[in-house]
């Protein structure tokens, strides 16, 4: 638990920098957003930490394409996601 709440209040810091343009993230806020949310819903699919699961979709490319293409992606639900995520991985990841 104590993981779980570290993560979101990293991602709550990565979100709240953004949009006082304290950081160098491009991204608009409702990208970032999204990328938590995903974050979320592949750490649970996958049995692993939310940091674990942010450095691998980081590490295979599935960052960009998660913030990429959040706006169709988030019209559908989280099977779908993650769906997507892992066939994105497995078409454009090295690993």
């Known amino acids: 638990m104590l ?4 993560f979101c209040r990293m ?6 920098s953004c949009m006082a343009g304290r950081t ?3 991204k608009p806020k409702n990208e970032i957003w999204f990328l938590a949310s ?13 940091q674990e699961a942010y450095n691998y979709l980081r590490k295979t ?10 706006e169709g992606l988030h019209t559908t639900g ?11 991985i497995r078409n454009h990841s090295a690993l």
Do not use: Q
């Not at 989280?78 to 994105?88: A, G, K, M, N, V």
């Open 11 to 16: 991602m709550e810091y990565a979100v709240v």
């Open 24 to 26: 160098n993230i491009t």
């Open 61 to 70: 490319g599935a960052v960009d394409f998660i913030t990429e293409c959040w």
């Open 38 to 50: 995903c974050v979320e819903i592949y750490k649970s699919e996958k049995g692993i930490s939310g």
């Open 3 to 6: 993981i779980h709440f570290k």
């Open 78 to 88: 989280p099977l779908y996601i993650i769906d997507s995520i892992d066939e994105y």
